[in-house]
């Protein structure tokens, strides 16, 4: 049956009406019952929503009021401006698993409990400017040195690790049709990124080279521009739709911190999605691998002529841009449905506590994603940009260019 129902996810091929089904990966595979702290200080963003969802789908997991007999307390900054009151600092290092989704690198929340939690998960964790990211040298998750928040190398380590947003089930649309083949697909770009008025400078530079990519070709046809006003508590179905008709969907994220929903979206609609190299920041289990599931580009400045040679490249070779596109789309089906993220978050915690590593063996913890991730060289004097032209050097998007992408380029397909 077509739709996402527990752990298999079954999409209809608009084209010819197959159904195919994918089975999400989970480990977790004994009873847990997990409790949501919520004093009603704060409303949360979207990762409540995914996590109920989660919740609902997961074989072994439910929901409990009281935290006595909850296995897990999960306590959203975001959500709850104080953690839990009523648990004893030993209950709180075997139970309490926090989820920071705020912006930007500094943790909501950790010197509120001190040493007494069982784990920390912290969205948007790299230290970034404009797109690049600030460290000079190490370890993805131990920044140093730290021109902006000196916390990392302190907290390295503790149980403290990364994580990305998951694809929500509801991205998939009412009707779970998604086309695989490029002839079925309207527009040939995509790309709905938001520049705000200025604080979106990387954003707003890769929307640009997008409307740049459009501009020359009048055989083009897409969309390049923000597409609604919606908030990070909606989920608009007109814009995953957009999306579907898309053969290329272009996005990236925020220049100053990373793990927005957008990379979870395009995913979402089976295009070839172009992302940039920030979805690597943050290690995450069975991550996407550029190349085969999706098209890695850099966004900074100078990287203009890159950007449009790879998608120049992709839309000339459409059975090559459609397996890779499949490839992506099904991976994030496998391994990156809110469901996966759950049971990899609590697998990640059960694997941190002494009583549970004694019971229970798990693949792709946060601690082993953490401890195995290789150490990179940022900050090079040329930063990997030798022979660029004096005239990409100079790229820079003033106020008035940045107010001109507010309004959308709209090519709209037109049947012959």
Known sequence: EIGCRGVECCIEREENGIVKCFVAKIEVRHNVSLQLWDDRSNGSWRLRYQLSEAVRTHPFLRWTQVGESADIILWLPSLAASPPSNLSLIDARHKLVILDEHDLPAPKGLRRVSNGYLAFFKRSFAVKRDGRLLDSQGSLYSLEP?????????????????????????????NFQVPT?????????????????????????????????????????????????????????????????????????????????????AFSSGALVFADVALTHAPSPYPFVPGSHYIQFDPIQGNRNDFLQKLRYYLDRPQLAERIAANGFEHALKYHRSISRLDWILRSAFAEDIRGRALYSYNETARTIRDNTPRIIHGSKNNGRQGQKESEKKEVLDVAAISSLRIPLDRRYKQK
Not at 158 to 172: E, G, I, P, T, W
Not at 212 to 217: E, H, T
Not at 257 to 265: I, K, V
């Open 146 to 174: 730290l021109p902006v928040v000196p916390f990392y190398s302190q907290y390295t380590n503790y149980r403290f690790f990364a994580f990305q947003y998951a694809l929500s089930d509801a991205y998939l649309g009412k």
């Open 181 to 265: 083949l490029w002839s079925h697909r309207e527009y040939h770009i995509v790309c709905t990124l938001r520049v705000g008025r200025g604080q979106f400078q990387a954003r707003a530079r890769v929307l640009n080279w997008t409307r740049q990519a459009m501009l020359s070709d009048e055989t083009l046809t897409g969309y390049a521009g923000e597409f609604d006003k919606g908030s990070r508590l909606d989920i608009n179905l007109e814009y995953f739709e957009l999306m579907r008709k898309a053969k290329i969907v272009v996005t990236t994220q925020p220049g100053e911190w990373d793990g927005d929903y957008r990379s979870m979206e």
